[in-house]
């Protein structure tokens, strides 16, 4: 079943243009997005948050559209990213007491589990973090309320080895339980081991989305890894 | 919105916007242009501002689930809160001027605006200019603070014309001591309130009209 629609968005910036993206995510699975820095992961991210405007398109979730449903669709979805922190100077928990007021389904046990799980202390504040554990205060938010669709732009830079371990048993473990995810990264060795489908984009425009196995077929040679395949992709795109 | 003021207060508000509050006391000061303390006030909120952006706010705020205008109503509800504040010091300031200080040598001496309801009018009208040039300005891009440039200079602009109005013949009547001219004077109190309102409200629907139209 299709969660997250988005039907033919284009979005035009002086040196930049998003060229009728469209995908859509199925319910339950982790979907990839992949694509070199600049080639409009975050922008396409961005626009499903409707953090900007499109000049054409519609992007739906669960069947509604999100200019309209907007409220609605986000008390249904957690969006984290691992570049950007928020309030540094406010301690996690000064953080989580405000955000929790806007979702009626926060739910506070999940919330310690996490917090637990990620070895976060609620005392500390984000500017204290490192990179890898500010990507997990931003994962806690996202999954504390939650969320059936779960938005990731590369939430799993900056992570040592093992933490990285740990976010993928996570994510797959959300997907058994129903949860929607659409996982941007540079690092594709994280899709190879967690992804169901995979989503290539390419100077703005979609050049691939499939299922996983189908995409390695297709555009893989014997023995090439998803690294390899999307080295070459791009290669030969520049050549 | 008591959730989206709690927002404000308790993530992106800067202590200075309390701190700066004490600038309301500026209006028991004799020789001085007592009017500049509205304007430090709105110098405390302006602090706030800088800190929301520093502290990410804007996105993070757009990513909860409200809807965008609520990211500019809990920015004005907080910028009201404060202003109300600091106008309800200096009325009971202004108050304790007009009574129990009404006769005290300083003030009687005092060349400039004495504290009365046309001072607390002007205040209004200050906050008023804040909300309306600084706040409408901020939410043009929701980073750039440039928009304080203007305000200053139009509260100035206002200062001097506050300040000026007693010495011009026939408008003597401004710098009321106690409550002479008081019909008058409450008068202007209530044009001031009026514009105040009129300022905010005006300046609040340009400000939602821009946000949404800008990219975060």
């Given at each position: 079943?299709?969660?997250?629609?988005?039907?033919?968005?284009?979005?035009?910036?002086?040196?930049?243009?998003?060229?009728?993206?469209?995908?859509?995510?199925?319910?339950?699975?982790?979907?990839?997005?992949?694509?070199?820095?600049?080639?409009?992961?975050?922008?396409?991210?961005?626009?499903?948050l409707n953090l900007?405007?499109?000049?054409?398109?519609?992007?739906?979730?669960?069947?509604?559209?999100?200019?309209?449903?907007?409220?609605?669709?986000k008390?249904?979805i957690g969006y984290s990213t691992?570049?950007v922190?928020w309030?540094?100077?406010?301690?996690?928990?000064?953080?989580?007491?405000?955000t929790?007021?806007f979702?009626?389904?926060?739910?506070?046990?999940?919330?310690?589990?996490?917090?637990?799980?990620?070895?976060?202390?609620?005392?500390?504040?984000?500017?204290?973090?490192?990179?890898?554990?500010?990507?997990?205060?931003n994962?806690?938010f996202a999954?504390?309320?939650?969320?059936?669709?779960?938005i990731?732009?590369?939430?799993?830079?900056?992570?040592?080895?093992?933490?990285?371990?740990?976010?993928?048993?996570?994510?797959?473990?959300?997907?058994?339980?129903?949860?929607?995810?659409?996982?941007?990264?540079?690092?594709?060795?994280?899709?190879?081991?967690?992804?169901?489908?995979?989503?290539?984009?390419?100077?703005?425009?979609?050049?691939?989305?499939?299922?996983?196995?189908?995409?390695?077929?297709?555009?893989?040679?014997?023995?090439?890894?998803?690294?390899?395949?999307?080295?070459?992709?791009?290669?030969?795109?520049?050549? | 919105?008591?959730?989206?003021?709690?927002?404000?207060?308790?993530?992106?508000?800067?202590?200075?916007?309390?701190?700066?509050?004490?600038?309301?006391?500026?209006?028991?000061?004799?020789?001085?242009?007592?009017?500049?303390?509205?304007?430090?006030?709105?110098?405390?909120?302006?602090?706030?501002?800088?800190?929301?952006?520093?502290?990410n706010?804007i996105v993070y705020s757009a990513l909860l689930p409200i809807?965008?205008?609520?990211v500019?109503?809990?920015?004005?509800?907080?910028?009201?809160?404060?202003?109300?504040?600091?106008?309800?010091?200096?009325?009971?300031?202004?108050?304790?001027?007009?009574?129990?200080?009404?006769?005290?040598?300083?003030?009687?001496?005092?060349?400039?605006?004495?504290?009365?309801?046309?001072?607390?009018?002007?205040?209004?009208?200050?906050?008023?200019?804040?909300?309306?040039?600084?706040?409408?300005?901020?939410?043009?891009?929701?980073?750039?603070?440039?928009?304080?440039?203007?305000?200053?200079?139009?509260?100035?602009?206002?200062?001097?014309?506050?300040?000026?109005?007693?010495?011009?013949?026939?408008?003597?009547?401004?710098?009321?001591?106690?409550?002479?001219?008081?019909?008058?004077?409450?008068?202007?109190?209530?044009?001031?309130?009026?514009?105040?309102?009129?300022?905010?409200?005006?300046?609040?629907?340009?400000?939602?009209?821009?946000?949404?139209?800008?990219?975060l």
């Amino acid at each position: 079943m299709e969660i997250v629609t988005l039907d033919g968005i284009c979005k035009t910036y002086p040196a930049f243009r998003l060229n009728n993206v469209s995908f859509s995510l199925e319910s339950g699975k982790i979907t990839g997005f992949i694509g070199r820095n600049g080639a409009g992961k975050t922008t396409t991210i961005k626009s499903m948050l409707n953090l900007i405007h499109t000049d054409s398109g519609e992007i739906r979730y669960f069947g509604l559209p999100l200019i309209g449903h907007e409220t609605e669709i986000k008390q249904r979805i957690g969006y984290s990213t691992g570049t950007v922190s928020w309030y540094p100077r406010k301690t996690i928990r000064q953080i989580i007491d405000v955000t929790r007021r806007f979702y009626p389904n926060w739910d506070e046990n999940a919330c310690r589990h996490y917090m637990e799980l990620f070895s976060l202390d609620e005392r500390k504040k984000p500017m204290e973090l490192s990179e890898g554990m500010k990507v997990k205060c931003n994962l806690l938010f996202a999954l504390s309320h939650g969320a059936e669709v779960l938005i990731l732009d590369e939430p799993t830079s900056g992570l040592d080895p093992f933490s990285r371990d740990e976010l993928l048993e996570l994510f797959m473990k959300l997907k058994e339980n129903g949860v929607t995810i659409l996982f941007s990264t540079h690092i594709t060795s994280d899709l190879e081991r967690c992804a169901d489908n995979i989503i290539y984009i390419s100077h703005g425009e979609i050049q691939a989305d499939c299922p996983k196995t189908d995409f390695m077929q297709n555009y893989g040679k014997p023995d090439e890894t998803l690294e390899e395949i999307f080295l070459r992709l791009e290669r030969e795109a520049r050549a | 919105m008591k959730t989206l003021l709690q927002k404000e207060i308790r993530l992106s508000a800067s202590v200075l916007s309390y701190c700066f509050l004490a600038a309301a006391v500026m209006t028991l000061l004799p020789g001085y242009p007592i009017l500049c303390g509205a304007f430090f006030v709105t110098l405390g909120i302006f602090h706030s501002f800088q800190n929301a952006r520093e502290a990410n706010d804007i996105v993070y705020s757009a990513l909860l689930p409200i809807a965008k205008t609520d990211v500019v109503k809990g920015k004005y509800l907080f910028s009201v809160m404060i202003e109300l504040a600091a106008f309800l010091i200096m009325t009971l300031l202004t108050l304790l001027r007009m009574t129990v200080l009404a006769d005290a040598q300083p003030y009687r001496a005092n060349a400039l605006m004495n504290a009365n309801p046309f001072f607390l009018g002007m205040a209004l009208v200050i906050f008023g200019l804040f909300n309306l040039i600084f706040i409408g300005g901020f939410f043009k891009t929701a980073y750039k603070l440039s928009p304080f440039v203007p305000y200053i200079i139009a509260t100035f602009l206002t200062i001097g014309a506050a300040e000026t109005a007693h010495h011009i013949p026939g408008f003597g009547a401004c710098n009321a001591f106690g409550f002479e001219h008081f019909p008058l004077q409450i008068t202007l109190l209530l044009g001031g309130l009026v514009l105040y309102i009129v300022l905010t409200g005006v300046s609040y629907k340009i400000a939602c009209a821009r946000f949404e139209k800008i990219d975060l």
